[in-house]
């Protein structure tokens, strides 16, 4: 059983936020707390920046997001009626979205109006 996502999120393959400098969700953390990658020299600069304005410790087990992460990437394989390339630009361009998922129950729609403007111009 799939859980509650937009149709889209079946073909991200980066659950974990791997071309972020932090990345932040609540897989492997206690209720009511964050999980935070900190990913580049970017990332660490600014938790560094912000230390002492949280509550933060150093989770003893990064299992759960990996887990996640593969089945996300799974997926997100699974799921992309084009090749998935992980060294490709993270965005697909509008053209591109056409050519690849025209005709499809994946061919774009208008984007709803509390959307930023990325989304209308990438996917």
Not at 8 to 21: H, K, N, P, T
Not at 96 to 106: S, V
Request: proline fraction near 6%; include cysteine; glycine fraction near 10%.
């Amino acid at each position: 059983m799939r859980g509650p996502s937009l149709h889209g999120c079946d073909e991200c393959a980066d659950f974990a936020g791997l071309a972020a400098d932090l990345a932040v969700g609540n897989v492997g953390s206690d209720p009511g707390r964050s999980t935070v990658l900190v990913r580049t020299e970017a990332g660490a600069g600014a938790w560094a920046a912000a230390a002492g304005a949280f509550d933060a410790a150093r989770l003893d087990d990064l299992a759960p997001v990996a887990r996640i992460a593969a089945r996300n990437r799974r997926l997100a394989e699974r799921s992309l009626q084009r090749a998935l390339d992980p060294d490709g630009t993270l965005w697909i361009g509008y053209e591109e979205h056409l050519e690849a998922y025209g005709g499809t129950d994946r061919a774009p729609v208008k984007a709803p109006p509390h959307r930023s403007h990325h989304y209308e111009v990438s996917c």
